[in-house]
């Protein structure tokens, strides 16, 4: 089994921003600047959000963090989107999601300059990765599709069965891999909470997007010999034997999974570190698109 390595994938595409950032500032012009608005202090929200500002230091963009109280208005966050959406400093943005229960997150998303866009939430954007048009894809699964391309995994016929359909990733994974693109012309089976004889379909999958956030929910007994499996789940199971108190889990228990297949991500290190390398990605493409 081969470890499709995502830190290490990460790693490589940050130094290559990095040589474009080098030859943005030996031209002149403005390095791409990229902000971030978390709401309320949720732990794993902290967390990623301030994983995506020191990897905007690493490879020399500017980024703003913007934090606001847990009791924030849905007007008060609006009013923030329309500053940064009229501030000509700031290439793109992103709102961390989930947002607290006062806001409605579909507003929020709506309100965003489609053009400062960077996660591709809003409708236009989400419309025009549909109709193939060039656009931002959305960070994860546009790390997925990096992922696959890099390691030169076979997606062309393929049987890929994504389990989850949220919006983040399950439906644009499977939206992108049907297509006719790299990475693509799978033949795509999306599996959800009411989906029957789950195992029949996963045991026919060649590709696996584990998308459910339920820790190491796919076993070995659901998976074929050689399966590619891209496990995007992440959560704290509690562990005491741990210092923090818990260890991170996939959507995929590694240790059964990993006898069958033949390439599998880790959890951490595997789908997490691509998600913050393509929203960087993205943010020198809006960059570009503004010059
Ligand atoms: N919450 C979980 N994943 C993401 C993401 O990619 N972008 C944002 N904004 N929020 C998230």
């Given at each position: 089994?081969?470890?499709?390595?995502?830190?290490?994938?990460s790693?490589?595409?940050k130094?290559?921003?990095?040589?474009?950032?080098?030859?943005?500032?030996?031209?002149?012009?403005?390095?791409p600047?990229l902000a971030a608005v978390l709401?309320?202090?949720?732990?794993a929200s902290m967390t990623y959000v301030n994983a995506k500002v020191k990897a905007c230091q690493q490879i020399?963009f500017?980024s703003t963090l913007i934090?606001?109280?847990?009791?924030?208005?849905?007007?008060?966050?609006?009013?923030?989107?329309?500053?940064?959406?009229?501030?000509?400093?700031?290439?793109g943005f992103i709102v961390q999601l989930?947002?607290?229960?006062?806001?409605?997150?579909?507003?929020?998303?709506?309100?965003?300059?489609?053009?400062?866009?960077v996660d591709?939430?809003?409708?236009?954007?989400?419309?025009?990765?549909?109709?193939?048009?060039?656009?931002?894809?959305?960070a994860t699964?546009?790390g997925?599709?990096?992922?696959?391309?890099?390691?030169?995994?076979?997606?062309?016929?393929?049987?890929?069965?994504?389990?989850?359909?949220?919006?983040?990733?399950?439906?644009?994974?499977?939206?992108?891999?049907?297509?006719?693109?790299?990475?693509?012309?799978?033949?795509?089976?999306?599996?959800?909470?009411?989906?029957?004889?789950?195992?029949?379909?996963?045991?026919?999958?060649?590709?696996?997007?584990?998308?459910?956030?339920?820790?190491?929910?796919?076993?070995?007994?659901?998976?074929?010999?050689?399966?590619?499996?891209?496990?995007?789940?992440?959560?704290?199971?509690?562990?005491?034997?741990?210092?923090?108190?818990?260890?991170?889990?996939?959507?995929?228990?590694?240790?059964?999974?990993?006898?069958?297949?033949?390439?599998?991500?880790?959890?951490?290190?595997?789908?997490g570190p691509m998600t913050i390398a393509m929203l960087l990605k993205n943010t020198?493409?809006?960059?570009?698109?503004?010059?």
């Amino acid at each position: 089994m081969t470890i499709l390595d995502g830190k290490k994938t990460s790693n490589e595409i940050k130094e290559e921003i990095a040589e474009h950032v080098k030859s943005i500032i030996s031209k002149g012009k403005k390095v791409p600047h990229l902000a971030a608005v978390l709401v309320g202090s949720d732990g794993a929200s902290m967390t990623y959000v301030n994983a995506k500002v020191k990897a905007c230091q690493q490879i020399g963009f500017k980024s703003t963090l913007i934090e606001l109280p847990e009791y924030t208005s849905e007007a008060e966050l609006l009013e923030k989107i329309h500053e940064l959406n009229t501030n000509n400093d700031i290439d793109g943005f992103i709102v961390q999601l989930p947002l607290p229960k006062q806001i409605d997150e579909q507003k929020v998303l709506l309100a965003i300059d489609p053009d400062k866009d960077v996660d591709g939430f809003h409708p236009t954007n989400v419309g025009k990765m549909t109709l193939d048009l060039p656009t931002f894809l959305p960070a994860t699964p546009f790390g997925i599709i990096e992922l696959l391309e890099r390691y030169q995994i076979e997606t062309s016929g393929k049987n890929v069965v994504v389990m989850g359909r949220s919006h983040i990733v399950g439906r644009p994974i499977s939206i992108l891999m049907s297509q006719k693109r790299q990475a693509g012309d799978a033949t795509v089976t999306v599996v959800h909470s009411r989906s029957k004889n789950l195992i029949e379909i996963t045991k026919k999958a060649d590709i696996i997007v584990a998308a459910i956030g339920i820790s190491e929910f796919l076993t070995g007994d659901m998976v074929k010999e050689d399966v590619v499996i891209i496990d995007v789940g992440i959560t704290r199971v509690p562990d005491a034997t741990k210092k923090k108190g818990y260890r991170l889990a996939g959507d995929v228990h590694f240790e059964s999974v990993s006898q069958k297949a033949s390439y599998m991500t880790p959890v951490p290190g595997g789908v997490g570190p691509m998600t913050i390398a393509m929203l960087l990605k993205n943010t020198l493409l809006a960059r570009k698109r503004h010059l």
